[in-house]
């Protein structure tokens, strides 16, 4: 079903797994986040076995918090 690729395709991040080769991963609440030019925020932790986003400013309460999506053209 188009749909269900076009969701799939459109909600991976591509992190860096243990080797430190790129990898697409689907990762629940990301879609929450919007984009913001900035530095990659999302990596694989290997020695806590978990994914992980770290924030690019200070993020005060009530404030929106934005990750950096990486370099893809609107059709990736």
């Given at each position: 079903?188009?749909?269900?690729?076009?969701?799939?395709?459109?909600?991976?991040?591509?992190?860096?797994n243990?080797?430190?080769?790129?990898?697409?991963?689907?990762?629940p609440?990301?879609?929450?986040?919007?984009?913001?030019?900035?530095?990659?925020?999302?990596?694989?932790?290997?020695?806590?076995?978990?994914?992980?986003?770290?924030?690019?400013?200070?993020?005060?309460?009530?404030?929106?918090?934005?990750?950096?999506?990486?370099?893809?053209?609107?059709?990736?």
């Amino acid at each position: 079903d188009r749909w269900a690729v076009s969701v799939v395709s459109t909600r991976q991040n591509n992190i860096l797994n243990k080797s430190g080769d790129p990898q697409l991963s689907l990762i629940p609440l990301m879609d929450f986040l919007n984009h913001q030019y900035g530095s990659e925020c999302i990596h694989f932790n290997g020695d806590r076995e978990q994914i992980e986003c770290k924030t690019m400013n200070v993020v005060r309460k009530d404030e929106q918090i934005f990750m950096f999506y990486g370099k893809r053209t609107n059709a990736e």
